[in-house]
């Protein structure tokens, strides 16, 4: 517990305050948090909600990040305090914007709340798209015309679930899925329900429970200069939809 030790004790001293008033803070006596504060004793988990709520940090990154090499002021604190990410600007002072790359994209999952994981993605910067904590997500499959398997979009952070509209297009990152971008189709109490722009496929429900990032669309970035729309391929599509209705009214029948 020597890094949780090290950070409380960079924390305090960044906050400006004495044992006593962290003590305090935490509800714990201030010979109990002297102990924690220097390894000497491995504190409980009823002191490790306690200093994360006193701090605002939770208590991944207090376990896990060394917080004495990234400057505390220049973290950004994303979804009610599960992430915590350097604002990396260039000389302009203009936010950068990771990208993940296709061979990335198995292991964001378990790598978007390491900071570190984090910095080594490559990085861009669109002054021109404003203010925002953005990233590239790469996009696969032919769901969302006409953005291919060449295509990355580029979405900004949302941090309230409150933030999202219907019919607008979202990088939703899931437990179970992944990454996966979608149309906002409605919201309900405790789900969502998206659809592709591909009519060829189905609107479907993903659990709030199950969402871990939402990322508005802002930008694309793509490779292919195909023409993305032809009278050939909406009666393919249509085809596609009619023979598939067909086939459940036979099924239902």
């Known amino acids: 517990m020597s890094l949780f030790s090290d950070n409380i004790k960079v924390l305090r001293n960044k906050k400006g305050v004495t044992q006593q008033v962290v003590a305090d803070g935490c509800s714990v006596p201030r010979d ?16 490790l909600l306690g200093v994360s ?44 914007i990771e990208i993940v790359p296709h061979k990335a994209r198995a292991g964001y999952l378990s790598g978007y709340a390491d900071p570190e994981f984090i910095e080594n993605l490559q990085q861009i910067a669109l002054p021109f798209l404003g203010a ?42 899931t437990q179970s899925e992944g990454i996966t971008y979608k149309r906002l189709n409605s919201k309900n109490d405790d789900s969502i329900t998206v659809e592709p722009d591909n009519i060829i496929y189905s609107p479907y429900d993903i659990k709030l429970s199950d969402v871990l990032e939402i990322w508005e669309y802002v930008a694309h970035i793509g490779q292919d200069d195909n023409k993305p729309f032809t009278e050939t391929a909406s009666m393919d599509n249509l085809l596609l939809q009619m023979s598939r209705d067909i086939s459940q009214l036979k099924n239902r029948l």
């Open 53 to 96: 709520r006193y701090f605002h940090i939770s208590i991944d990154i207090l376990l896990s990040v060394d917080l004495r090499k990234i400057p505390v002021d220049d973290l950004l604190k994303l979804g009610d305090n599960r992430i915590l990410l350097p604002i990396i600007v260039d000389k302009s002072g203009n936010n950068f």
């Open 132 to 173: 925002g904590k953005m990233r590239a997500f790469p996009i696969g499959g032919d769901s969302m015309p006409p953005h291919t398997d060449k295509s990355f979009i580029v979405g900004r952070y949302i941090e309230n679930l409150g933030e999202i509209k219907k019919d607008k297009t979202y990088i939703i990152i």
């Open 32 to 47: 109990r948090y002297v102990k924690y504060e220097g390894g000497i004793n491995l504190p409980p988990p009823e002191f």
